[in-house]
């Protein structure tokens, strides 16, 4: 058996394993239902007999594995009649060309009608491919309630909002978009595992919604640092009133006494007036060069703007506790934002 090269995991190799031993076709007899069946209705019969020729053309392509070619033909025929049977074989071919969303697609229409248009064996083999591929894929459901915003999913536009999609997707890395003149775009990348399910609510912010403040310290530091300036230099215009009232003493003993020769006691009041004045001065000096100090920390500290991305606006600051469903298990996501 060759080897067919496919970038899905191990389930979907197990399909085409199935499809490659034990898959029939749809036979050209199971495509040329009657008009009394539903996917028969309107289409004429010289539109079905084409149909079927390119059908027969497809199914001889397909059992030499000319895949390509073979998915080629059955379009051709589905553009003329849309028969369950037809989409069946397209399936099968495409099983073969990992292309897994189409093949999705295509069993879902496949199914449509139930087992009439096709019989038992292939209605099974339709919904065990079918439950196969899904679990290959990545199930998603997107949301906006913002009207006008256009809502993408890489690159492709899904609707317009207020709306709602949900559908399957390849598992791994996509960008989801969401964009309104005059606000800024909301752009998510995520990477959505195979066979689950992930909701996005899709919100648009301003400018101004994205916008946050900060300080290089906290805001009470540069204060602190003008506080305890102010301190000091009151501490010295204390000193300054004590040295005042030494000189004042000094200068009463001198003039009692009648410009005598002054005694120790009356020096030592000159001397503590000197050193009570110098020290007011040094507290000057300290406590005005901490208050320019701080006012230049207070400008350096302003606020400072800087932008946010949107998935720091949809999670506030604090603990968040989130319900996580996955599969069979089940629990709680805590986020810690600061």
């Known amino acids: 058996m060759k080897k067919v090269k ?56 397909l059992k030499e594995s000319v895949f390509v070619k073979a998915a080629e ?33 295509h069993l879902v229409a496949a199914l449509k009608y139930g087992v009439a248009p096709l019989d038992t064996e292939k209605m099974e083999h339709a919904r065990t491919y079918k439950a196969l591929v899904e679990k290959q894929l990545a199930q998603v459901e997107i949301t906006c309630e913002e009207t006008g915003a ?8 899904l609707f317009t909002a207020p709306g709602r999609y949900e559908g399957l997707v390849r598992p791994g890395a996509h960008t989801f978009v969401a964009a309104k003149e005059g606000q800024a775009p909301t752009n998510l990348s995520r990477t959505l595992p195979a066979g689950e ?12 919604d994205l916008t946050r403040y900060q300080r290089r310290w906290a805001a009470w530091r540069p204060w602190a640092v003008v506080g305890a300036g102010a301190a000091v230099a009151l501490a010295g215009g204390a000193l300054h009133m004590q040295a005042k009232g030494s ?19 009356v020096t030592d009041m000159r001397t503590r007036g000197d050193s009570q004045q110098q020290l007011a001065f040094g507290a000057y000096a300290v406590g005005g060069a901490a208050v320019v100090t701080g006012a230049i920390l207070l400008y350096i500290n302003r606020p400072q703007a800087y932008r946010i991305s ?12 989130t319900p996580v469903v996955s599969g069979r298990e089940g629990g709680l996501l805590a986020t810690f934002r600061f």
């Open 247 to 265: 000189y004042e003493d000094f200068d009463t003993r001198i003039a009692e006494c009648g410009g005598c020769v002054p005694t120790p006691d």
């Open 150 to 157: 256009t809502v993408s999913l890489d690159g492709k536009v």
């Open 73 to 105: 033909k059955y379009r051709e025929a589905l553009a003329l009649w849309d028969h369950p049977a037809i989409h069946y074989n397209l399936a099968l071919a495409l099983l073969n060309l990992d292309q897994p969303l189409e093949v999705h697609e």
């Open 310 to 321: 949107v998935d720091e606006a949809d999670s506030p600051q604090g603990v968040s506790i």
């Open 197 to 208: 399910k992930t909701t996005l609510a899709l919100k648009l912010y301003t400018a101004e």
């Open 6 to 61: 496919s970038s899905m995991a191990v389930p979907l190799a197990a399909v085409l394993a199935l499809v490659m031993l034990g898959a029939r076709p749809a036979s050209a007899q199971q495509a040329s239902s009657g008009d009394e069946r539903p996917w028969a209705r309107g289409v004429p019969p010289d539109q079905q007999k084409k149909a079927l020729e390119l059908f027969r053309a497809g199914n001889t392509l």
